[in-house]
């Protein structure tokens, strides 16, 4: 019964070293994004989105875990060795990624658990609310033009060596 104890004892002392390793919170959050968004069809099968942001926040909270929600969806953020610096991408196919403005919702660890909470129990998520938001504006997908260059360089040299052969033939004739 001892060592059962002890395994409880040993397994509380993790489990609470885990959760308190991070408890930061952001107060007053100061964003400053850059995004980039795919804009050829013919390159990808899908868009890709990338957000990337340097996060400063008034109680100089650091190293914070954040989560992005996208419309329905949920990404982890990838973040910096130094702590203020953070990443977040995610592919939509062609079809779903429209020309227009994209809010993405980003939550701490406090934040996540309250916006999932509220999708298990059928709750409205716009009442949860974010740390902050940033807005990435998509200009759509093009398809590019009908004939790809590489084929009108074809053309156009197969056109210069015919003309070249006709030219030569009636020199030697």
Partial sequence: MA??????ALFSLVLLFFCSSNGQTCVGPTVDPSSYTSTDANLAMETTFLVEFTLTCKNAAKDLVLHADIGDRQFPVSRSADGIHYQVS???????????????????????????????????????????????????????????????????????????YRAKRQIQD
């Fill in 90 to 164: 995610w592919t939509v196919e062609h079809k779903q990624a429209p020309a227009g403005a994209y809010e993405i919702r980003f939550f701490d660890d406090e934040g996540f658990s309250a916006l999932r909470k509220a999708q298990r129990s059928d709750q409205d998520v716009s009442s949860v609310s974010s740390l902050f938001t940033i807005t990435v504006h998509h200009r759509g997908v093009s398809q590019g033009p009908w004939v790809s260059s590489p084929t009108v360089a074809a053309v156009a040299a197969l056109a210069v060596w015919l003309f070249a």
């Fill in 3 to 8: 060592s059962w104890q002890k395994m409880f």
